[in-house]
């Protein structure tokens, strides 16, 4: 059976009981969405309205699976019926900030998106086709050859790059589009009490409308009119409904109290309305019976295709922005006049010789600060790219290498450019290896600054930032090269350890240095006492370096490792933002968790199968993501079944092995004799009270220790008060669970500490199903014995005396019952002992992650949290 509406290939989004909390700086939660319920079906047209901050783009942000990591959600999302994300190239996400390279046209905009999204193996002409094909449906033709525009280039209006963002998206041809204020070209409030026109209203199907996180109407568009009328708010006549509909619910423009009971009166007449009833009855017919799930359809270009397609727009744009190193050349040119000719025709005596090593250092230390120039420019590029990532256009390392590829020609030029002005009129050494080496060398010292300025700009939120930060750590870099103090006279903790090492402006001024002086002679003497230079003296280029302390590298050994600190920086750069990804992803799927786990608790029993399987499901994902890496991790070292002796317990920590899997009677007995003993005395005393007073006293007394031995049947938990060590042994004990079914691959529910309560819950609906219904496999018997066994075990292990085994010993026999063979009574003895005897190693193999887990479940933490917990030990 499928729900109408819902086709082959199309999609239908549902989603039921949403709810969004984030916390604020102060620790409290604050909810952004309420409970809010819905649907998107094919072919329909849906408006999320409302004031501004009644959670619009949280809910886009929910439904689109791009909520911030900050942010948690519970409730059920659907597409199709199913609890999964569309598969690439099947859903677009227009934000509200319209990014977009400025040097490029209406159309190659549009085409780079094809390029970088659509089937390598589809034919250019074709994408052509596409990308004409939906300029054309979004009325773009006058405007294609048009500059999006820049500060330095006119572009086109606002409202053309809205049209354009939304041109990007679908040339994919998605199955669901997310306009995150496809309409509005204002802000806040009046942006949206002014949108959409009753025109664009008309064109809407259904009409989400929000307020405060509340869902005030969910319905045809059309309809809502009549539904805020039998709200007493009608339309007035020839008034835009829209404005009316945000008009009514808008703090900022009408008096507080009268907003407050047009919502209150508004959401109460939804909750209660058939329309809300025919929501949640169709988001559960929906889920019900789902259509057919997604698969992946033609994938994305491979890396190579998708990072030349970068590299070349990344060039395109760097040719074309003015600012981003036309500007820089020309500083580059002018400074380089002005030092060439301060230093004109430099000579050889020692007054020359110190010249050319303050050039060197001028060149070293100046012309490459000058590159942070850059760095606003690439910042640009970064929103572009965040941009694009998000909507899974290409990964990290394409971005990484094509911005590298694509500005080495520009640098090169600024290199080439630069070095001619102050080589050949400053008169630097004449031959043609030097000559190479000193472009060289500058043009790799340019790259390592843009590499430094590019790995800042990942944890920096604003572009001055990030300049003040690569300004300062080059001017300590400048200090510690050598020239202004001598390497070996620097202080050696700090500035000579290893900051000296670590300056890129040591190995270029001593590649400079060994460039210009190594291998010559005929330079003239450093000046004597008086001031004068000896006469008919000179020294050698050796004698000039030794003067300077310069380091004994060879001046390639210095290119050498300039070029591998520019890789270096790069490395942090992409490492940087994989970190940073692989952050929000896991903090997401632990949300995920979260509310799956809470899914699995409150799902009724013949649900329990499939919610297990998104528990799974996330788990793995988190695993694959890195964040698990003790999941399962003694799964693979469980050794095969054999006889395991009473010794052998000894050894791993079992103080009275023999007490293992038998029956405690201690909490009954001393329950018993606690009541009995108490109340007796009690009545021997009170019945010394004269008269009736001591016959009435002792009945009274017999009558209490009746009740509380009929409490005390029924709750056994009250007896564990009389046991001083009940909360360190509970806590030992379901710990003990907790972690090898973590290990063991199970995963756990929930958890009780609670007096009476104790217990572990295991998110595992088959095996669960097979006990009761089927047989278990000896592996699946081995798994679940070692976890039934854990917890006794381990008070084994730290009381001499084992009083919370009786339900866990349950527990196993009923596991052991499930075999297929049948185990006998000696098998089923030797499977206790080798459970016990391997729950034992596995709690004093990862003690530390026990011990973590411990202090965790003490102070009452969550599933999540203690997970976490396990990790970080």
Same mark, same amino acid.
């Given at each position: ?29 604050? #909810? ?45 999302? @659907? ?10 190239? @099947? ?21 780079? %998106?094809?390029?970088? @999204? ?95 996180? #509340? ?33 009514? *619910? ?24 058939? *329309?809300?009833? #025919? ?225 890129? #402006? ?25 001031? $004068? ?78 919610? %297990? !399987? ?38 791993? !920590? ?50 209490? %220790? ?41 995963? $756990?529910?929930?958890? %009780? ?108 933490? !969550? ?11």
């Amino acid at each position: 059976m499928q729900v109408d509406g819902v086709q082959e290939g199309t999609a239908t989004l549902s989603w039921s009981n949403l709810t969004v909390t984030v916390t604020d700086v102060k620790g409290n939660d604050r #909810h952004i969405l309420k409970g809010v319920d819905g649907y998107v079906e094919p072919n329909h047209m849906m408006a999320i309205m409302g004031p501004s901050g009644c959670g619009k783009t949280t809910l886009l942000d929910t439904l689109a699976g791009r909520l911030a990591h900050t942010a948690r959600h519970t409730g059920d999302i @659907r597409v199709n019926g199913h609890k999964s994300q569309l598969s690439y190239g @099947r859903s677009a996400y227009v934000t509200q900030d319209d990014v977009l390279i400025g040097t490029l046209t209406v159309y190659e905009t549009i085409f780079y %998106s094809a390029k970088l @999204r659509l089937p390598q193996s589809m034919p250019g002409a074709e994408k052509e086709q596409i990308v004409r094909d939906v300029i054309a449906e979004l009325g773009l033709e006058s405007t294609s050859d048009t500059y999006i525009g820049t500060w330095h280039l006119r572009g086109v209006s606002g409202g053309q790059r809205r049209r354009v963002s939304i041109g990007c998206e679908l040339v994919t041809s998605p199955k669901l589009i997310f306009l995150d204020e496809p309409t509005s070209g204002l802000d806040s409030a009046a942006a949206v009490i002014h949108q959409p026109s009753s025109e664009v209203f008309a064109l809407f199907d259904k009409l989400c409308l929000l307020s405060d996180g #509340h869902v005030v109407y969910f319905g045809a568009a059309n309809r809502a009119i009549d539904f805020f009328a039998e709200a007493g708010l009608p339309v007035p006549s020839n008034r835009n409904p829209a404005d009316h509909f945000l008009h009514a *619910i808008n703090r900022d423009f009408l008096e507080s109290d009268d907003v407050e009971k047009n919502i209150a009166a508004l959401v109460t007449q939804y909750k209660a309305s058939r *329309i809300a009833a #025919h929501v949640k009855d169709h988001v559960k017919e929906l889920e019900d019976n789902p259509a057919k799930e997604y698969t992946a359809g033609a994938g994305q270009p491979n890396w190579l295709y998708q990072t030349s397609v970068l590299t070349y727009r990344t060039f395109l744009n760097n040719l074309r922005n003015v600012g981003v190193f036309w500007m820089r050349l020309a500083m580059y040119v002018m400074l380089c006049l002005g030092v060439a000719f301060v230093y004109f025709q430099l000579g050889d005596a020692w007054k020359d010789v110190y010249s050319r090593a303050a050039l060197l250092f001028f060149v070293v230390a100046f012309l490459t600060f000058m590159s942070i120039a850059a760095f606003p420019a690439f910042t640009e590029d970064m929103k572009v790219f965040i941009r694009e990532r998000l909507n899974g256009y290409y990964g990290v390392s394409q971005f990484t290498v094509s911005n590298t590829l694509a500005s080495l020609p520009f640098i090169f030029l600024i290199a080439v450019i630069s070095s001619v002005c102050v080589y050949f009129i400053a008169s630097l050494r004449m031959d043609g290896e030097s000559v190479v080496y000193f472009i060289l060398d500058l043009f790799i010292s340019l790259v390592v600054v843009e590499s430094l300025m590019m790995a800042i700009a990942p944890l920096v939120p604003h572009y001055l930032m990030g300049i003040a930060a690569g300004a300062g750590i080059m001017g300590l870099f400048m200090i510690v090269c050598g020239f202004f103090q001598p390497l070996d006279s620097m202080p050696g903790p700090v500035l000579r350890y290893p900051l000296s090492y670590l300056s890129y #402006h040591t190995y270029a001024f001593t590649g400079f240095m060994e460039n210009e002086f190594k291998g010559t002679s005929g330079w003239g003497c450093a000046p004597a006492a008086d001031g $004068v230079p000896p006469p008919d003296c000179s020294v050698d280029g050796a004698v000039v370096l030794n003067y300077y302390e310069i380091m004994n590298i060879d001046k390639w050994v210095c290119l050498a490792i300039l070029i591998g600190m520019a890789a270096f920086y790069r490395t942090i750069f992409f490492l940087t933002l994989k970190w940073k990804e692989r952050a929000i992803t896991v903090d997401t799927l632990f949300s995920n968790l979260d509310i799956d786990l809470d899914n699995y608790r409150r799902a009724p029993a013949t649900l329990k199968q499939e919610v %297990s !399987g998104d528990v799974l499901a996330t788990v793995e994902k988190l695993a694959n993501a890195g964040a698990l890496k003790k999941w399962g991790a003694a799964l693979s070292d469980l050794p095969e079944r054999r006889s395991v002796m009473l010794g052998e317990l000894r050894l791993v !920590g079992v103080k009275q092995p023999e007490k293992i899997a038998q029956l405690s009677v201690r909490n009954d007995a001393a329950f018993l004799f606690s009541v009995v003993g108490t109340t007796s005395v009690a009545a021997v005393v009170l019945g010394q009270l004269p008269g009736d007073w001591g016959f009435f006293s002792s009945y009274l007394i017999g009558g209490i %220790s009746l009740v509380v031995l009929a409490i005390g049947s029924i709750n056994p938990g009250i007896l564990h008060v009389v046991f001083p060590d009940y909360k360190q042994r509970v806590v030992a004990h379901e710990a003990a669970h907790f972690l090898a079914g973590y290990l063991l691959r199970v995963p $756990v529910a929930n958890y %009780s500490l609670m007096l009476g309560k104790e217990h572990t819950d295991l998110v595992e609906a088959k095996l669960q199903k097979r006990l009761i219904e089927g047989s278990l496999e000896p592996a699946q018997v081995d798994q679940l014995s070692v976890i039934a066994m854990a917890g006794a075990t381990a008070e084994a292990m730290k009381f001499e005396e084992v009083i919370g085994q009786n339900a866990d010993f349950f527990d196993l026999q009923r596991i052991m019952s499930r075999q297929q063979p049948k185990l006998n009574n000696t098998q089923q003895q030797n499977q206790t002992r080798w459970a016990s005897y391997q729950a034992a190693s596995l709690l004093r193999t990862y003690s530390k992650e026990y011990e973590a887990l411990q202090e965790a479940m003490a102070r009452g933490a !969550g599933v999540v949290d203690c997970i976490k917990a396990i990790e970080a030990a």
